[in-house]
């Protein structure tokens, strides 16, 4: 049963329970299965296959993406292990690459035609690029949110999926093609015409380092008493090689999924197809029982935190001394507000901060973490952002970077529908933080349009 579930959770990429009745426990066990009817056997180890799409289908797919004059691709955790071939079709084809969450490390954020992120937590250029684009091109993503796909018959559309239940469930595609991504790609990149014509790529790229210069512009803003954007974007450019990241479901990921440029070689993950609130401290912990030599970061809120990370922080004090490389960052965001929620409702329902459920208790994160053995480091005002992130990257034990972050600062999505502003106007009316929430607005608002000006 052991050997068969582990293959299962290999091979299905999906969780497998061994139920084991209490009687069954209790009889005596023995060396070898009979050789009898309806008796199981077993043996263990797991190879998984190399699956590549028909030529035929290939040939398709291929027809498609050469037609194509603006051609959009989307990444995804299935994508993880195509780095390489993602970039050489990607120039090939001149597209754009947009990254769904759990394929941010996919390809790296510096190169000039990514993207970003896409959907609510996504950047302008993704959204930019997947309603200007005439082909859609996803590779090992089940991306759930088709509002910002293009428009059904304004795209062509050719997917590589490796599970057939997922491929056209979020766009209808002309060409699905069942298969492992690198090696589909590297069956296909053979027959791809190399596009001549680079306006659309100089259209994106002229984009995307306009969309970054907003990124700082609003990081660099004014907050109450520190803006969370700015937390984010001075840790990006400290980031260790090799490092692995780690980000919990509040609103820590949206600056996770903006702010933080990807470089080659690093690792980042979060609860992508769940959102689960509290696995960003396990995964971090999980990140260094596997890769004991590299730098962890766990990107948290103040809610989660106290869910289920300050527990999480006693297995760190027991186990930190056995990893070869001790750092182990958790970026803590005491906002006192159960942020992401608080937003949703605001944008989605016109609901005002319900207080007796958002409001988080305040808690000594770093002072718990001293207390356990390791380090703690409160950070109350901006200019101790970066000096704070240093000391904490040159740690030589495990570090708790608690933040004092303004709930204010609205985790605005790359496009606003009328609807969206209409649930907001509603909210402002009876919100008590009000002044606050026009503030964050209006100056991230205008970041967008003329950075550095707010």
């Not at 139920?19 to 009817?37: C, F, G, S, V, W």
Request: charged share 25%.
């Amino acid at each position: 049963m052991v050997d068969r579930s582990i293959r299962i959770a290999m091979a299905e990429r999906t969780v497998t329970c061994i139920i084991l009745p209490n009687d069954l426990q209790e009889l005596e066990a023995m060396e070898t299965p009979p050789r009898k009817h309806g008796t199981v056997h077993s043996g263990a180890g797991y190879s998984s296959p190399r699956i590549i799409p028909k030529d035929v289908d290939l040939h398709r797919a291929a027809d498609v993406l050469n037609a194509g004059e603006k051609v959009a691709m989307l990444v995804g955790a299935g994508a993880l292990g195509a780095t390489d071939e993602v970039i050489q079709v990607a120039d090939l084809l001149g597209a754009g690459v947009s990254k769904a969450l759990l394929g941010k490390a996919v390809i790296p954020d510096d190169l000039p035609y990514c993207c970003g992120p896409i959907g609510l937590l996504g950047s302008k250029p993704s959204w930019d690029l997947m309603m200007e684009c005439d082909t859609l091109f996803m590779v090992g993503s089940s991306f759930p949110y088709s509002e910002f796909l293009p428009q059904e018959g304004k795209a062509r559309g050719v997917q590589i999926e490796i599970d057939p239940k997922l491929v056209s469930i979020r766009f209808p595609m002309e060409v699905s093609l069942i298969g492992d991504s690198a090696e589909t790609l590297r069956a296909l990149i053979p027959l791809l015409k190399r596009k001549t014509d680079r306006s659309w790529r100089e259209r994106i790229e002229k984009g995307i380092k306009e969309w970054w210069e907003v990124l700082e512009a609003r990081a660099m803003n004014d907050a109450n008493p520190i803006n969370p954007q700015r937390v984010f974007w001075e840790l990006s450019k400290r980031l260790p090689d090799r490092c692995i990241l780690s980000s919990d479901s509040g609103s820590a990921a949206n600056w996770y999924a903006r702010d933080i440029k990807i470089r080659r070689g690093m690792m980042a993950s979060l609860s992508g197809n769940l959102a689960t609130m509290g696995p960003g401290v396990p995964y971090a912990i999980a990140a260094k029982f596997a890769f004991p030599d590299r730098v962890a970061i766990a990107l948290v809120g103040d809610g989660a935190m106290l869910m289920n990370g300050i527990n999480e922080l006693v297995t760190i004090a027991h186990e930190w001394k056995n990893w070869s490389d001790p750092r182990l960052i958790v970026l803590v965001l005491a906002n006192r507000d159960l942020n992401q929620v608080t937003w949703e409702q605001r944008v989605m329902m016109g609901d005002p901060k319900y207080n007796p459920s958002q409001i988080v208790p305040e808690f000594g994160f770093a002072r718990y973490a001293e207390l356990l053995g390791l380090e703690g480091i409160r950070v109350e005002k901006p200019d101790q952002i970066g000096p704070a992130w240093d000391r904490a990257l040159s740690a030589n034990r495990p570090v708790v970077y608690e933040v004092l972050t303004d709930p204010e600062v609205p985790p605005l999505p790359p496009h606003i529908t009328f609807e969206q502003a209409v649930k907001f106007s509603e909210s402002l009316i009876r919100d008590t933080s009000a002044p606050a929430m026009i503030r964050g607005a209006f100056k991230d608002a205008v970041e967008s349009l003329i950075p550095h000006k707010s």
